[in-house]
């Protein structure tokens, strides 16, 4: 008998240890998609951040757009640059120089992955690196391509209140090598996504120069950031201000954004 209580004691320890054993297994194969779903949740939230801050800079529409800029460094004059911007999406974009008259019908085109910069006095335009300098501590890229939705991947780093108000900083990864930057750090107001400043890194992590958005007023049928102040942060006081204005939606075709219809415009 006491064998037989033995052996029945036996074996509710083996049934306990079993159950015990699938219960645990049903726990940690119930949490990965529980961690997945929340990380899912939160890279949908920074995509719709940054898509909306993306929206208040720019239109998705096609537009056009007037930017001054005058470039100012310790010791030396300010120089001052103007371009006119035609956007289609973030795909499709013609920078014409406007000022200073010598540099006149300049013109870069961007269309896909390709940009192109076409100068009268050349029969053919040239291509170029979208991080390659414009003027002063301004890119090609960011006349030319001024949107991160579709260059970069978001997700939330952190939240920080900035003069009490809450503010989430994103930080943004390049998705290839084209791009203008390889990681941008991206403030962005947590409720209204105004954007309030950003930090653009090189591919080795230095840091490479700072921008501002600020004095927001109506343009273009919204309220945006008419100004971006951008300072190099290797060389102190070297700093760009960008100053937009005349801000028109335009239904552009296609056939603008080709390298013949740069010619044209050049002439």
Known sequence: MMKTCGTIASGARKAWASAALVAMALLLAASPPAVAQEAEDVDAHAQELLRRADRIRFPEQGFQVDVVITTSQPGVEPEERAYRILSKGNTQTLVQTTAPAVDRDQILLMRDRDLWAFLPNLTQPIRLPLAQRLTGQVANGDLARANFVGDYTPRVLRT????????????????????????????????????????????????????????????????????LVIDDALKAGHRSVLEYSNMVMRDLPDRIFTKDYLKRLSR
Request: no cysteine; net charge positive.
């Open 160 to 227: 920080e209140k900035i003069d009490g108000e809450p503010y989430t900083v994103l930080e943004l990864q390049a998705v290839d090598n084209w791009v203008t930057y390889r990681r941008v750090l991206y403030w962005v107001h947590a409720r209204s996504a105004r954007p309030h400043k950003a930090e653009f890194y090189a591919v080795s992590g230095r840091l490479l120069k700072t921008a501002r958005y600020e004095q927001f007023a109506p343009l273009g049928g919204e309220t945006r950031p008419t100004r």
